[in-house]
């Protein structure tokens, strides 16, 4: 079965500083990714997905992610955070379940704080 | 634009009373998915469901049972509410292959005294 670690439950940036989360799989084939943002008490949002193809994959709101096989990681960046990104991340692979169907696997999530 | 639909927002039971979770989703989707989510533990996986008409176990399934009632509607029940099932509970849903994302619902708030 897969699994996700995310390293770091909270984490604080300036604001305009780069943002990094990171996420690590367990897979040895590779999966498929997806990170979302939950703002709160709201559900999830994607922000970006990996399938195939590039390894450098870019979603909503200047968020990017980069697919690194050898490492089995999929770490979410963005440049510069605003005061709007503040909110809890989490990171997901596609697994399949005992009775055969897809499902996704989800990390502990990483708070994110933006201080002025 | 409805996307997914849970109701109630917010509920406050008693220990052993019994609950059910409404779903419902508008875009058509096969596949529905019900979680819970606590502080420090991520979402996990309580039922699922690929298709009208069938239904299985996720990770944290005990305590619970569910129906998916037609294409739209997928319910969560607690027959004997525990303190233990205090949590926030999502729905999702999905379209087509695993490389396609899931859509989730604004939540469930759940207190059970």
């Known amino acids: 079965a897969q699994s996700v670690t995310q390293l770091g439950s909270h984490v604080s940036v300036s604001e305009g500083a780069l943002v990094l989360l990171r996420c690590n799989y367990s897979s040895s084939v590779p999966p498929y990714l997806f990170w979302y943002v939950q703002y709160p008490n709201q559900g999830l949002q994607l922000l970006l997905k990996y399938t195939t193809g590039a390894t450098l994959v870019k979603g909503i709101n200047g968020f990017e992610a980069e697919f690194k096989k050898s490492e089995t990681s999929f770490h979410l960046t963005k440049p510069s955070a605003h005061m709007s990104d503040a909110a809890e991340y989490f990171c997901?692979?596609?697994?399949?379940?005992?009775?055969?169907?897809?499902?996704?696997?989800f990390g502990k999530g990483t708070k994110l704080t933006v201080n002025p | 634009n409805a996307g997914v639909t849970q109701t109630p927002k917010f509920q406050v039971l008693k220990t052993g009373q019994s609950m059910t979770l409404q779903c419902a989703q508008d875009?058509?989707?096969?596949?529905m998915y019900w979680y819970r989510q606590d502080p420090g533990m991520g979402l996990r996986l309580i039922y699922y469901s690929a298709s009208e008409g069938t239904t299985d176990k996720g990770e944290v399934p005990n305590g619970y049972n569910v129906s998916r009632l037609n294409k739209r509607e997928f319910s969560l029940r607690l027959e004997s509410a525990a303190p233990s099932q205090t949590s926030v509970y999502f729905c999702?849903?999905?379209?087509?292959?695993?490389?396609?994302?899931?859509?989730f619902g604004d939540g469930t708030r759940l207190s059970i005294l």
């Open positions: 875009m058509n989707h096969n596949s």
């Open positions: 997901a692979v596609s697994d399949i379940t005992q009775g055969g169907s897809e499902k996704l696997v």
């Open positions: 999702a849903s999905r379209t087509g292959g695993s490389d396609q994302p899931q859509h």
